[in-house]
């Protein structure tokens, strides 16, 4: 008994030492933006008061949001430790993120360099350009986790960043900056959650609920400009106050735009802000137009998950080594149903088109392996296989979630749905008070019905296949999985899926089959084009002129060899998929449901 006491006493002086010595240290970076011909960050640290306790510097491995492994050791170049009298210290890359210094008492600087995360050539463990980061001659996009390396005894210590950048940029952030030019953070994931953008940037903001909004944009060719999609931001804002029922939780919000000529479309999380990397398109595109909205939706409406309602893996989010989560089902997936439905509910979008939406997820959906667990690619998000599953949880997700709403819905009478049930959670924990990790999914259950428990074992953490016609027609919408409309269309005969990374190739008719073709196969190239994720633009752009008839050669691997296959466009019945249609003569019962189910309660 004394001695637990003793322990006890020890450890709590200790913590109390170290915690103090914390916030007495200090880390300046000088970051250079400007005169960087090689489109390298050059990033110079000053250590004041640190006398350092450990020896490793290290650079994240994964941010909170992003659900990848983006190790960004490996765009570190040129690492460089210096005494307070300017020689060398000897440091050693001792592991992807780590540099271990040779004397970290006598430290007093830092330097190295960043490449651009979006020009460097990574053939393995590619990530999303928005969590990455990138700087060119007019603009730089900065994730801020993605430049600064630090001490893991110090992740509470103060940082200062002060940016170097030409006279004709200006910067958006929603960071505040000191009179003496510096952004001052109290711990490492402060910092991490502040994103800037610095360029030729157009600028709008508004207020709403009294919360001053600003929208920041890059548009390579000036084709975008803040003022012209401000009216987006401003109806994200104004559903998801409706639907939260509340005022957004922030005092101030910024949306950071990066819009080019490339097809990459993505976006991240942040507490006061939000990341939107975008093609620079026309906005009278509706799908174009519509998306921006619907994605600034999902990501304030992260403001109430993961940012507030969070298991303890991502509440304590260790940088050097993430721990997944399995409830990214609730993180992203809520976050991707509540963007869609809160537009249904708003009237912004009407039945019809909300469910469209949906046969476009299941389609999508298909593409990937149906026998993987929503639950299986949030734990395994930081491995391969699930890297190349992940998405999946934009699409198999949400119509787990639209049918949890609608059993929620009729078990209550209509009284309550998904979203009240994530409005009390939004209620029981918060930013400092995550919720326990392995229990979670009988802490929801408790609070809807053990149908609904039933549920999320079948349909998330196994992949039966889902009753998604007995459950949609509880609010009056017919779906049918597939049926011929009469008319033939062209067709390879396959279909691509990517089953773990690799893209291969399924449902092969007998035609394709006698020419060659079989069952997962993995997909080489078509007529020489290499075919690989990251160039899918450059080929499917060819695939999808082909004519009746039209030979082209596929180059697949199976069993390890290299196989080629002449093949041929074929005929066939056109067949539709995914149909949700609304019943014609619902009964009253089903009119009731849909009514609740159309509007927010
Ligand atoms: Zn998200």
Redesign the pocket.
Same mark, same amino acid.
Do not use: Q, R
């Given at each position: 008994m004394m001695n637990k006491i003793l322990i006890l006493i020890c450890c709590f002086s200790v913590f109390c030492i170290r915690a103090q010595k914390n916030s007495m240290s200090q880390f300046k970076y000088d970051i250079e933006l400007k005169d960087n011909p090689d489109d390298v960050v050059k990033v110079r640290l000053k250590i004041k008061n640190a006398s350092l306790s450990n020896d490793i510097f290290q650079f994240v491995s994964s941010a909170p949001?992003t659900y990848q492994i983006i190790d960004m050791g490996r765009f570190i170049k040129n690492l460089k430790a210096y005494d307070g009298k300017g020689k060398i210290i000897a440091t050693e890359k001792i592991a992807t993120n780590q540099w271990k210094i040779s004397k970290p008492k006598k430290v007093a600087e830092i330097y190295y360099e960043v490449a651009d995360t979006w020009d460097a050539d990574v053939k393995e463990q590619y990530f999303y350009s928005f969590a990455g980061m990138t700087l060119e001659k007019d603009h730089a996009l900065i994730n801020s986790y993605c430049i600064i390396g630090y001490f893991s005894d110090y992740e509470k210590a103060d940082y200062k960043l002060s940016f170097h950048y030409p006279k004709e940029w200006s910067v958006g952030t929603s960071a505040k900056i000191n009179e003496n030019g510096y952004y001052e953070f109290n711990s490492f994931a402060q910092l991490a959650d502040s994103p800037f953008l610095f360029g030729r940037l157009s600028k709008a903001s508004f207020i709403y609920d009294e919360i001053p909004y600003t929208i920041y944009v890059y548009s390579q060719n000036d084709e975008i400009a803040a003022g012209n999609i401000k009216g987006l931001f401003e109806n994200a804002v104004r559903a998801n106050t409706k639907f939260i029922k509340k005022r957004l939780p922030v005092d101030h919000y910024t949306f950071l735009v990066d819009a080019e000529k490339f097809n990459i479309r993505g976006?991240? #999380?942040y507490s006061n802000s939000s990341v939107y990397v975008m093609p620079e398109k026309d906005l009278s595109d509706t799908e174009f137009h519509d998306n921006i909205m619907t994605d600034a939706a999902? #990501?304030l409406f992260?403001l109430v998950t993961p940012i507030n309602v969070r298991s303890e893996y991502i509440s304590n989010f260790n940088f050097a080594s993430p721990k997944a989560s399995e409830h990214l089902w609730l !993180?992203?997936g809520t976050? #991707?149903w509540a963007s869609d439905i809160m537009m249904l509910r708003n009237g912004t979008f009407n039945l019809p088109r909300y469910l469209e939406q949906l046969s476009e997820k299941l389609t999508i959906s298909e593409k990937f392996d149906s026998k993987y667990s929503i639950s299986q690619l949030a734990l395994n998000c930081y491995t391969e296989t699930g890297r190349g599953q992940y998405e999946n949880i !934009?699409h198999r997700t949400v119509i787990a979630l639209d049918m949890i709403d609608i059993m929620i819905l009729d078990m209550s009478d209509g009284k309550r749905g998904l979203r009240e049930v994530i409005l009390e959670l939004n209620n029981m924990y918060g930013k400092d008070k995550p919720f326990e990790e392995k229990n979670f999914f009988s802490v929801f259950t408790k609070m809807t019905y053990p149908e609904v428990g039933v549920f999320l074992d079948k349909y998330i953490k196994n992949t039966e296949v889902m009753p998604i016609e007995k459950i949609f027609e509880k609010v009056g919408v017919k779906y049918t999985k597939e049926r011929k409309t009469g008319d033939q269309v062209l067709s390879v005969g396959y279909e691509l899926f990517i089953p773990d990374g690799k893209i291969k190739i399924r449902y092969v008719t007998p035609e394709l089959k006698k020419m060659g073709l079989e069952d997962y196969d993995e997909f080489v190239s078509f007529n020489d084009i290499e075919t690989r994720l990251d160039n899918q633009a450059e080929w499917l752009g060819k695939f999808a002129i082909l004519k009746p008839n039209e030979s082209y050669v596929l180059k697949v691997k199976r069993d390890e060899k290299i196989i080629t296959v002449p093949c041929k466009v074929i005929t066939v019945d056109q067949v539709e998929k995914h149909i949700f249609e609304m019943l014609e003569n619902p009964n009253e019962r089903q009119k009731k449901l849909q009514e609740c189910w159309t509007k927010n309660l």
């Open positions: 949001g976006t991240l #999380e999902h #990501e992260h !993180y992203e976050a #991707e !934009y």
